[in-house]
């Protein structure tokens, strides 16, 4: 399949399943989908969180019940780049976390061979550029927002002997056209929403001969309303929002033991607080309240409902049972772990859709381009590179 194919065939796809995927699992307070109730009820809490670790099998799962669902194994597939991964000396990890090393090696493997210099965007502490600069990048320019990052970074190459200079910069509000030549290498990992997509703007723009990113958090520093990039997925009758682009992003590593403890302790109290706020007011429909440190979840059921309404400005009862409203919500976590499962059987899909707008947008471009995986989700499950090349003029 070409990328405009497989966009077609899932943007298709998506459109025809999205009762499955396009709502809010807090909004149920039973299944919605009267198909999938018998599964559904009969998966203990334990298979949920077991099919939730695993989308092949969640495709299978579901086969029998969703249709298409059989097609998206296909769909989301990407060719893996794999590499032997190079070994660095101990000062250039110096700083950098066991997975995220990792990371680094397998997305610096990943890229073209080029000694072009390198422009590095949301470069953090320049921890890629200085691997970069260390395999013989000419020059290494790296762009950050957070001046004391920038410090951190400048003194560590120096500290290095690594030809990197820093620029500190808020790429959505400053003049950054001239962050960019025709003779760089474009270069991000992880840079969230619009700060990727104005970093695929410029680049295009200077005609920078190679674009290499992975991009991350589709929904940040965006409008609401997805605004999409490409012909192609500009006419898409997909409307997507906020809510759906964070659906892409909701197949993580597994988390420790303790915070998956605290998660199942937080939605119980927020959907419990809900029942207990729709019993008061009359209203309906699920109404969120902050994020909230987690320590107030080592505190008491009732000590959470106290602070959810202050926030909300909701007088409570003195004679409140609250035993009886964590029921409920103990009860409603059940149906909202049912629920988000059917969701995130299209978590990938949506987060492929998602990318390869952008990859066709870079086609338009006068690119060839390419989208690949360049390692395992174990290291992380935001494991895409796009990787573009300036088409050179036919003669």
């Given at each position: 399949?070409?990328?405009?194919?497989?966009?077609?065939?899932?943007?298709?796809?998506?459109?025809?399943?999205?009762?499955?995927?396009?709502?809010?699992?807090?909004?149920?307070?039973?299944?919605?989908?009267?198909?999938?109730?018998?599964?559904?009820?009969?998966?203990?809490?334990?298979?949920?969180?077991?099919?939730?670790?695993?989308?092949?099998?969640?495709?299978?799962?579901?086969?029998?019940?969703?249709?298409?669902?059989?097609?998206?194994?296909?769909?989301?597939?990407?060719?893996?780049?794999?590499?032997?991964?190079?070994?660095?000396?101990?000062?250039?990890?110096?700083?950098?976390?066991?997975?995220?090393?990792?990371?680094?090696?397998?997305?610096?493997?990943?890229?073209?061979?080029?000694?072009?210099?390198?422009?590095?965007?949301?470069?953090?502490?320049?921890?890629?550029?200085?691997?970069?600069?260390?395999?013989?990048?000419?020059?290494?320019?790296?762009?950050?927002?957070?001046?004391?990052?920038?410090?951190?970074?400048?003194?560590s190459a120096q500290q290095q002997g690594l030809a990197?200079?820093?620029?500190?910069?808020?790429?959505?509000?400053?003049?950054?056209?001239?962050?960019?030549?025709?003779?760089?290498?474009?270069?991000?990992?992880?840079?969230?929403?619009?700060?990727?997509?104005?970093?695929?703007?410029?680049?295009?723009?200077?005609?920078?001969?190679?674009?290499?990113?992975?991009?991350?958090?589709?929904?940040?520093?965006?409008?609401?309303?997805?605004?999409?990039?490409?012909?192609?997925?500009?006419?898409?009758?997909?409307?997507?929002?906020?809510?759906?682009?964070?659906?892409?992003?909701?197949?993580?590593?597994?988390?420790?033991?303790?915070?998956?403890?605290?998660?199942?302790?937080?939605?119980?109290?927020?959907?419990?607080?809900?029942?207990?706020?729709?019993?008061?007011?009359?209203?309906?429909?699920?109404?969120?309240?902050?994020?909230?440190?987690?320590?107030?979840?080592?505190?008491?059921?009732?000590?959470?409902?106290?602070?959810?309404?202050?926030?909300?400005?909701?007088?409570?009862?003195?004679?409140?049972?609250?035993?009886?409203?964590?029921?409920?919500?103990?009860?409603?976590?059940?149906?909202?772990?049912?629920?988000?499962?059917?969701?995130?059987?299209?978590?990938?899909?949506?987060?492929?859709?998602?990318?390869?707008?952008?990859?066709?947008?870079?086609?338009?471009?006068?690119?060839?381009?390419?989208?690949?995986?360049?390692?395992?989700?174990?290291?992380?499950?935001?494991?895409?590179?796009?990787?573009?090349?300036?088409?050179?003029?036919?003669?």
């Amino acid at each position: 399949m070409t990328l405009t194919e497989q966009f077609s065939a899932l943007d298709s796809l998506l459109m025809n399943t999205r009762l499955y995927w396009q709502c809010t699992a807090f909004d149920f307070d039973a299944l919605p989908w009267p198909e999938l109730h018998a599964p559904l009820s009969a998966l203990s809490d334990q298979a949920v969180a077991e099919l939730d670790s695993d989308q092949e099998q969640l495709y299978q799962f579901f086969s029998s019940y969703i249709p298409a669902v059989e097609q998206l194994s296909r769909l989301v597939s990407l060719p893996a780049i794999t590499n032997t991964r190079k070994e660095y000396p101990f000062w250039i990890s110096n700083g950098i976390k066991g997975r995220k090393f990792t990371q680094l090696q397998d997305f610096v493997g990943a890229l073209p061979i080029s000694n072009q210099p390198v422009l590095e965007w949301c470069a953090g502490k320049g921890h890629l550029g200085r691997m970069l600069a260390f395999n013989g990048a000419q020059s290494v320019h790296s762009v950050e927002l957070q001046s004391h990052l920038c410090e951190q970074g400048k003194k560590s190459a120096q500290q290095q002997g690594l030809a990197i200079q820093f620029s500190q910069a808020d790429v959505l509000k400053d003049s950054i056209q001239d962050f960019f030549s025709p003779h760089t290498h474009a270069v991000a990992l992880h840079a969230c929403g619009a700060l990727h997509q104005t970093f695929m703007h410029q680049a295009s723009a200077a005609k920078v001969p190679q674009i290499s990113f992975s991009p991350c958090c589709y929904h940040l520093f965006t409008d609401n309303n997805y605004q999409a990039m490409s012909e192609h997925a500009q006419q898409s009758r997909l409307n997507l929002t906020h809510r759906d682009l964070k659906l892409a992003l909701q197949e993580t590593v597994t988390a420790p033991s303790r915070v998956g403890k605290v998660r199942k302790t937080e939605v119980e109290w927020r959907l419990g607080f809900d029942a207990l706020r729709k019993s008061l007011t009359g209203e309906l429909g699920y109404v969120s309240v902050p994020s909230v440190n987690k320590a107030i979840f080592s505190d008491s059921f009732a000590a959470f409902c106290n602070w959810a309404a202050d926030k909300k400005a909701l007088e409570l009862p003195k004679d409140i049972d609250y035993n009886k409203f964590l029921l409920i919500g103990q009860a409603r976590k059940t149906v909202t772990e049912r629920v988000e499962l059917v969701r995130h059987v299209f978590r990938r899909a949506i987060e492929v859709w998602l990318v390869l707008d952008r990859a066709l947008y870079l086609q338009q471009q006068g690119y060839d381009v390419s989208v690949n995986t360049f390692c395992e989700k174990q290291l992380t499950p935001r494991n895409i590179l796009i990787l573009a090349s300036l088409k050179t003029p036919s003669t």
